[in-house]
């Protein structure tokens, strides 16, 4: 339902090297195609679930990602009676997601409240529950969720049969191998790139980092911006994050934008040095 947006920069202000307080967009609607002059741009594409298939996932029903198992929660429909949670899953292996383990928390007391004989066992490399959302992850423990490490040298292995799913890990404490048979495998899936951000860093000549995500000018200085001037980003376009930080950082670049729209008149070129003669010794 999202329209197709097409961003031209104005040709002369690319000549002049900035564009900041004048951008010429064309925008494609169902009613046809309009254009829109604007002083800033703020990137907030978002980002997208991961849909790999690690661990079978795609192929079994009874094998889900944590937002899928949070709707089944929701719905209180089938209740499992015990589950296995695989922290980490595919992209999640190179960066943290940060969002899936206070997920995993979250959705693994939600299953304890409808069902407090539940078997909850989470499978994790890193357990990072950072800030205030460290209480989940404590409650969750008091709660009986039981939490077994894994290395990504020797990841769960799952098998499906008709019988039932099959989940091995090696567990490093035991130093044996622990089976175990859940009614419900739930993938904590990472947060990847929105499709088209490689398109539209393209189209607007942005940087982006390793795994997709858009990159700012500088982490702690400029942490809203691009180094383009006038261009901006908010939210999880940056990189994974939860909501409360999408918002504030939403806040930061609409006060960045602020600056630019704020002047009627907004000077542009580069710095060009001059020669004092008078103190100038011809080195």
Known sequence: NHPQVTVHLQSELLETGG?????????????????????ATVLA????????????????????????????????????ESIV?????????????????????????????????????VLYTDVR???FKERYYQEAREQGVMFVPYTFERKPSVEIGDSGLEITVWEPSLQEVLTLKPDMLVLSMPMVAQEGAEELATRLKVPQDMDGFFLEAHVKLRPV???SDGLYMA???????FIDESIAQAQAAAARAATIL??????????????????????
């Open 19 to 39: 564009f900041a307080g004048s951008f010429t967009s064309r925008i494609s609607t169902p009613d046809g195609e309009i254009e829109v002059r604007h002083g």
């Open 45 to 80: 594409t978002g980002a997208a679930e991961y849909k790999g298939p690690e661990y079978g996932y795609g192929t079994d029903p009874r094998i889900v990602s944590q937002y899928e198992f949070e709707a089944h929660l929701h719905a209180g429909e089938d209740i499992p």
């Open 85 to 121: 949670m695989i922290q980490c899953v595919g992209p999640a292996e190179r960066y943290c997601s940060r969002v899936c383990c206070t997920a995993a928390m979250t959705n693994s007391l939600a299953l304890k409240k409808l069902n407090p004989d539940a078997q909850i066992t």
């Open 129 to 131: 529950t950072y800030g």
């Open 225 to 227: 911006d691009f180094a």
């Open 235 to 241: 939210g999880a376009a940056h990189y994974p994050k």
């Open 262 to 283: 704020s002047k009627d008149v907004l000077e542009v070129g580069g710095v060009i040095a001059h020669v004092d003669a008078d103190k100038c010794v011809g080195c």
